[in-house]
């Protein structure tokens, strides 16, 4: 090959690199994207409070500071590490995502509690 084939391929090379580079990038801070980080809420602090939601096959976890809110664990689609606690005064660290609604089994699966995203990955204290 000649130099200036080799300078063409390596420029459009370098063009391609930095628009996956880019997107990459960009991606993560598009709001309400599934699946993408950005669409991802980080929480940590000590379970405070836990909310049976047995019509939507989960629980309700009320976390409290520094970074709590309250958050669904779906069984099935929520991941639980280790120490695989559940259950009031225990530390949490992990990520939900943004929406999920907790339906109790009160009053036949009628009303609804509010949470602020469904739990995807949770790790737990011992204690």
Not at 93 to 103: D, E, L, S, T
Request: with cysteine.
């Amino acid at each position: 090959m000649n130099k200036k084939k080799i300078l063409i391929l390596s420029i459009i090379l370098v063009i391609f690199m930095g628009s996956i580079a880019y997107v990459a990038h960009a991606l993560p801070s598009i709001p309400g994207l599934p699946g993408i980080p950005g669409s991802l809420i980080p929480f940590g602090g000590r379970i405070l409070m836990i909310q049976e939601c047995l019509c939507t096959g989960g629980f309700a976890l009320t976390i409290g500071p520094p970074e709590g809110g309250k958050f669904l664990y779906m069984l099935g689609l929520s991941r639980l590490y280790k120490y695989y606690q559940i259950r009031p005064s225990v530390w949490t660290v992990g990520v939900a995502q943004k929406g999920g609604i907790c339906i109790p089994v009160l009053k036949k699966c009628e009303g609804e509690i509010k949470v602020d995203g469904v739990i995807r990955k949770m790790g737990t204290s011992l204690w």
